[in-house]
């Protein structure tokens, strides 16, 4: 077959060519194009013309099995409230603008034991608290939420003190029983933004509760209009031995922050930038454009090599992205000659037009599930698998309504059913539109890893099949076919 090459100019979206052939989703097709990553960052990619690009274009699985009860509803609220010492307290924070209800939006979630873990940034005014808990199991339906550590740990952004909590986005929880959060610093980010204290990050022990890290970021690090919106932690051997990875979504880097040596570097890269093309949203009656760079992350648990790699996408975007997490771990690479490093980070598959996601989180058995924000679905893809269409699933019906918004994805560490945990808050609606308080708005689901997907392609055990396929493609702006 022969291979031929279009070029388009930067917002082009133009052809579709529809191809019939056998495709054997499980197999890379061998070309003659080999990109081998350095010695020491532990993996290589297969790329070629355009056979091994239309393996691309399978139709992404459905798991047939899957009616939506798969996932169960954990917690649901029409609109949030705050757990306040007393009813008074309460009622003068709401008087004085301080708690206002339909301004709270519940962002990001985290589990750990007995307790799943909310953000509620400071998007608006009234928010009185952005990080809390719940109870787990849940108690009740809609409980109002508990401050995190205590109320005393949240600033006042109208007398902002720095060395509190402001604005808290998003959460991770390492395996050394440590919660870590990115606190953007910036409140009133839907109508003016603004900065009123560095972004930092922070650890609370969680045996005891007790805050035992705050760092933050040295200002060389944060770019005018930075938002630093998600946050994993990469841990080996040593818990001393950290690493933390921030994702500025507005800026497109990621810093690294390292414990032992208590201080951070910005990481660079072209494939941290918003696809134009993936930046259009089109849900609910509403059309919005978010230019959203490197968001979702996942590390992987690729037992075998011992090697750990960050799965990463922009916001905007339809692809997945790798890069060695050793690479990132390298504090040198980044301080003198960070364009050497740039043919690391490489593309690895896609999604698919409205494949854009938000984030990502990868199971023991090392599959990774990801939101399928467009879609209100969740996705999965066996990771020892080539990251083509055919070998990714989408495991929630269609017919249900309990996923709107999938906004943030967890996957839990428990040892005896691990968990996949979805936080949907209709936030597209929150922003542009009215939300309507009569009604569900806000939603936590949980399903188990191995039941969602079983009979899915994602299962491991599951081996790719061969088919005739028709092969649809959609030929986008700096892809060449």
């Given at each position: ?8 100019s ?35 990619v ?57 301004n ?20 608006k ?148 930038n ?16 978010w230019?959203?760079?490197v968001?979702g992350m ?12 960050l ?81 990714l699933?989408?495991?929630v ?9 999938p ?35 806000f939603?936590i ?12 392609i994602?299962?491991p ?21």
């Amino acid at each position: 077959m022969k291979s031929f090459t279009y070029q388009f100019s930067l917002l082009a979206t133009v052809q579709c060519i529809i191809i019939y052939l056998p495709i054997n989703a499980g197999t890379l097709v061998q070309t003659t194009d080999h990109f081998e990553i350095g010695t020491g960052y532990g993996y290589d990619v297969q790329r070629g013309p355009m056979l091994s690009y239309l393996q691309q274009f399978s139709p992404i699985q459905k798991n047939d099995k899957s009616d939506g009860s798969m996932f169960s509803v954990v917690n649901e609220w029409k609109y949030l409230d705050f757990e306040y010492p007393t009813y008074v307290e309460r009622q003068r924070a709401i008087k004085r603008g301080e708690f206002v209800p339909q301004n709270n939006l519940p962002l990001g979630i985290d589990v750990h034991r007995n307790r799943l873990f909310i953000t509620t940034p400071r998007w608006k005014d009234g928010v009185p608290a952005s990080f809390g808990t719940i109870p787990y199991p849940p108690k009740e339906t809609s409980p109002a939420i508990n401050p995190y550590p205590n109320w005393q740990a949240h600033g006042d952004p109208y007398n902002p003190d720095c060395s509190k909590l402001i604005s808290v986005y998003r959460t991770a929880i390492d395996k050394c029983n440590r919660l870590w959060l990115i606190d953007s610093g910036i409140v009133n980010a839907t109508i003016s933004l603004t900065q009123i204290c560095p972004p930092k990050i922070v650890a609370f022990d969680l045996d005891t509760d007790r805050q035992i890290v705050s760092y933050e970021l040295p200002p060389e690090q944060v770019k005018q209009d930075s938002l630093h919106s998600n946050i994993v932690v990469d841990v080996r051997d040593k818990c001393e031995d950290a690493h933390v990875f921030v994702t500025d979504v507005w800026r497109f880097g990621i810093v690294v922050y390292s414990l032992a040596k208590g201080r951070s570097w910005r990481v660079t890269n072209y494939n941290f930038n918003p696809n134009p093309v993936a930046s259009d949203f089109k849900v609910y009656g509403l059309n919005f454009q978010w230019l959203d760079g490197v968001f979702g992350m996942s590390l992987s648990h690729d037992q075998q090599s011992k090697q750990r790699v960050l799965y990463f996408h922009p916001m905007a975007s339809f692809k997945e992205f790798m890069v060695s997490a050793d690479l990132l771990w390298d504090e040198s690479l980044w301080v003198n000659n960070a364009q050497d490093t740039a043919k690391y980070f490489v593309a690895i598959g896609d999604r698919g037009f409205n494949g854009q996601s938000s984030t990502s989180g990868i199971s023991r058995n090392g599959v990774m599930f990801y939101t399928q924000v467009h879609k209100d679905n969740i996705g999965c893809w066996d990771t020892s698998k080539p990251y083509i269409r055919a070998n990714l699933a989408l495991l929630v019906d269609n017919s249900t309504s309990l996923i709107q918004f999938p906004n943030d994805l967890k996957v839990d560490q428990d040892q005896d059913r691990q968990g996949v945990w979805v936080m949907s808050n209709r936030l597209p609606i929150y922003l542009y539109s009215q939300l309507d308080y009569s009604d569900i708005n806000f939603r936590i689901l949980r399903a188990d890893v191995d039941s969602l997907i079983n009979s899915s392609i994602c299962n491991p055990n599951q081996q790719p099949a061969k088919s005739l396929k028709a092969a649809i493609v959609s030929i986008e702006e700096g892809q060449c076919y």
